[in-house]
């Protein structure tokens, strides 16, 4: 082949690639013109009166054993809620509804995970059970971001990137 024939089809598997991001997964680009316009149009909220009820009322260290779904070691990372760098949105609010800042005072463990619903109890190793109710950005599918209070910002930056073994309990 030709360098030219190559630079061509680089060129347009490039710009393929471009449009399907585009068309399929909106979300990160619409992020970025958050100040241009209103973007509840595209990415509808939970409204309050929506929010489950049952989720400020929890044990903080459950006594019931609960079965393990599905296993695997994947990529774990902490995160501060209520900073409003690191959360879309109002910081305070999980996808749920739920005002996960009360929760995380509360004493409740709270973490964001894109591959299973919301409620859902995840086992994770070294750190404990905590729910899902938030969710990542959709680029990271499989990984668990652990929830950590707007003043622990040196613990979350000290946690890093870790592989750690997930539980999904039932």
């Known amino acids: 082949m030709k360098s030219a024939d190559i630079k061509k089809i680089i060129v347009s598997w490039t710009m393929t690639t471009f449009v399907f991001n585009f068309l399929f997964f909106p979300a990160p680009i619409l992020a970025q013109g958050e100040a241009k316009g209103n973007l509840d149009v595209f990415l509808p909220r939970i409204q309050k009166e929506e929010a489950p009820k049952f989720l400020n009322k929890l044990p903080k260290s459950p006594n019931k054993q609960y079965e393990v779904v599905y296993s695997r070691t994947m990529p774990v990372t902490a995160y501060n809620t209520g900073d409003v760098n690191q959360c879309w949105g109002d910081p305070c609010i999980s996808a749920n509804g739920e005002n996960i800042c009360m929760a995380l ?47 622990e910002y040196k613990e979350a930056r000290a946690f890093g990137l870790k592989r750690l073994k997930i539980e999904v309990l039932k």
Do not use: W
């Open 105 to 151: 005072e509360k004493g409740y463990k709270r973490c964001a995970a894109n591959f299973v619903p919301l409620g859902t109890r995840l086992n994770v190793e070294g750190f404990g059970q905590c729910m899902v109710t938030d969710r990542m950005n959709s680029r990271y599918h499989y990984r668990v971001d652990i929830a950590m209070k707007k003043d």
